[in-house]
């Protein structure tokens, strides 16, 4: 359990000041991110958790990055009413920094 | 809008049915997290794995003059248990715990695997086996093989719930002999039952309350839109 609030926290703590850099200047924007990232991170650990006894890892860590960037792009237009090519590029630069974190952290 | 709120809910249902479709299989089979527990139980595992002998038997005879500390019946269960989780599927059908008093029997089973005699080999094994006093770890008495090949380690591991002292260096010495050796690796935890269930529910209940706050957010953001 431990470890999936440790993730969260790392994973907020990267990508809030990030996404304030690339366009979520407001408050309730980056309030709508935290949420966003409450609802991913914490369900993407499970599921590789859960997988993980039976898929490899990397494949699995891409996998779960992969479908993140997806859900998160999807919740950043339908939530906040950015266009969907902003909510992407928002989505890919905030998960890409916070999984090359991860990926060195781990190293 | 009610179909982004249905994709929302399955993404939200997805992994708590899975989860709970994951333990149950593992529940099913009784594998890993049942060991887990049987495990668990015996307070001095490690005393235990280092105190004792453990045969492998293969082609060659075993020594006849190594001592083996008998164990109780219920001990040397809840022993092969566990060591059916450490020696994984492939090697566990020739690892063998076997009691002093049996030595006699051990010998004739393994003359007879030398002498290519099917026959005395499973009279020999089922002695051993209705003696209650030899383990089979994995596989059933009559697939051991003359045939295997000696491994000279083997991975094995720990089934306890903890990261560090999780795996064994299973080695087999030139007179048959395994000697476990305490390894530290890159080991994945396993949840127990129970506490990967508790996560499932914590995860998914924080989940579902994001969810709804970010509903809340879009409301609001619609009404100062509209007005």
Known sequence: MNNYFLALILTQTIELPIAYFIGLKKRYELLALFFINCFTNP????????????????????????????????????????SIKKSFFISFVINLTSFSVGVILNL | MKKVY?????????????????????????????????CNTINNLDELLNSYNFYYINSSPISSNV??????????????????????GNYGSDLVLVSKKDNDLIT????????????????????????????????????????????????????DNTYENNYYNLTIDVNNKAI??????SVVKKESNKSMENIAITVVITSFISIIVLLVIQRKLNKKVNE
């Open chain 1, 43 to 82: 369900l993407i650990n499970l599921i590789a958790d859960i997988f993980s006894s039976k898929i490899n890892w990397t494949i699995i860590s891409i996998f779960a990055e992969l479908l993140v960037f997806i859900v998160e792009s999807f919740l950043l237009y339908f939530i906040l009413g950015k």
């Open chain 2, 6 to 38: 249905l994709i929302i809910f399955t993404l939200l249902a997805f992994p708590f049915f899975q989860a709970k479709a994951d333990l149950l299989i593992e529940k099913d089979s009784s594998k890993y997290y049942y060991q887990k527990e049987v």
């Open chain 2, 67 to 88: 001592s083996v500390k008998k164990l109780d019946n219920s001990t040397l269960s809840k022993i092969s248990k566990c060591l059916e989780v450490y020696t994984g």
């Open chain 2, 108 to 159: 004739k089973y393994t003359n007879s695997i030398k002498e290519q005699n099917k026959n005395e080999q499973f009279a020999a094994l089922s002695k051993l086996k209705d003696s209650g006093s030899i383990i089979y770890l994995n596989k059933s008495p009559l697939e051991f093989s003359s045939e295997l090949s000696v491994d000279k380690t083997l991975f094995a591991k720990q089934p």
């Open chain 2, 180 to 185: 476990f050796t305490k390894t530290s690796g």
